[in-house]
């Protein structure tokens, strides 16, 4: 089974940026595909970006243009690039991968 930690949240003004990072232990990293998820208070996790291991990626509408997934197979780590922050943003951010998440790390965007 795959362990995965997630860094890289905090507090930001709309429009500035954050970098999330989530280090995978555990297994071979190279051969999952990676997910980042959020969930919002009272609202359902959602798919925010999906990326194959051969690095191929997907968007959920609301963030296509300003977020971006990467993976690095040598460090075993995938990264969200997420720019232009909206406060619609704010949710709890989570990395995924065949069945097993990540504890989470907040991300709160207020002026």
């Known amino acids: 089974q795959v362990q995965l930690v997630e860094s890289g949240g905090g507090l930001v003004q709309p429009g500035g940026s954050l970098r999330l990072s989530c280090a995978a232990s555990?297994?071979?990293?190279?051969?999952?595909?990676m997910g980042w998820y959020r969930q919002a208070p009272g609202k359902q996790r959602e798919l925010v970006a999906h990326i194959t291991n051969g690095g191929r990626s997907i968007y959920a509408d609301s963030v296509k243009g300003r977020f971006t997934i990467s993976r690095d197979n040598v460090k075993n780590t995938v990264y969200l690039q997420m720019n232009s922050l909206k406060p619609e943003d704010t949710a709890v951010y989570y990395c995924?991968?065949?069945?097993?998440w990540g504890q989470g790390t907040q991300v709160t965007v207020s002026s």
């Open positions: 995924h991968t065949d069945g097993s």
């Open positions: 555990g297994s071979i990293f190279s051969i999952y595909a």
